[in-house]
């Protein structure tokens, strides 16, 4: 979400300088849910929007506005470095879509296979991972963070996006908690059974 907000100032900051003469606001603009699941997707292209997907918490498209032509999206800081760029290929996220610091360095790597997500890394300011996370079928399935060391701090395992098991390390690489959980599911109602 810290990211998603960070993207909606820069991209406030590049919309209004293009109206001084600078370049135009092209790119995405990316919010999620808590459990990291997307939650909309805008669409610029020269400071206009052009298309607008909205998920549910399942990660499954619930409405579309606009179309995307195929090709690369870029956003870019007001330095001229490339803020994010992805490739849209028959009407479809395919393939990589990356996130930069202003100063060039990559932050953010998410990999789409038929608009679905495959997988998700986060790395810091000095190149080293952060967060690593995996899906299949486009839901959110395991989630590692890691210490600045490199070591394992967290494993949260996730099923139908919700979590099933976490353990956490401390930055030597011993486990200090492990935790499973379990969701009941509610009985049918007489209603439901029609």
Partial sequence: MKIAIIILLLLSMVSCSSNTGKKDLTGKIIQKYPNGQIKEVILYEGNKEIARNIYNENGEIVKKVGNVPDGVIRIYYENG????????????????????????????????????????????????????????????????????????????????????KSRSYDNSGKEISSQKYSYKEKPATPESRK
């Avoid at 990559?106 to 995996?134: A, H, M, P």
Wanted: no cysteine; proline share 0%.
């Fill in 81 to 164: 470095i490339v803020m994010s760029e992805f490739t849209k290929k028959k009407g479809k996220m395919n393939g990589l879509f990356k996130m930069y610091y202003d100063d060039g360095k990559l932050l953010l790597e998410t990999n789409f296979i038929d608009d679905k997500l495959d997988f998700q890394k986060e790395y810091r300011k000095d190149g080293k991972l952060k967060v690593q996370s995996d899906f299949e079928d486009g839901k959110l399935r395991l989630s590692t963070v890691y210490w600045e060391n490199g070591g394992i701090e967290s494993l949260i395992t996730f099923k139908n996006g919700k979590i099933t």
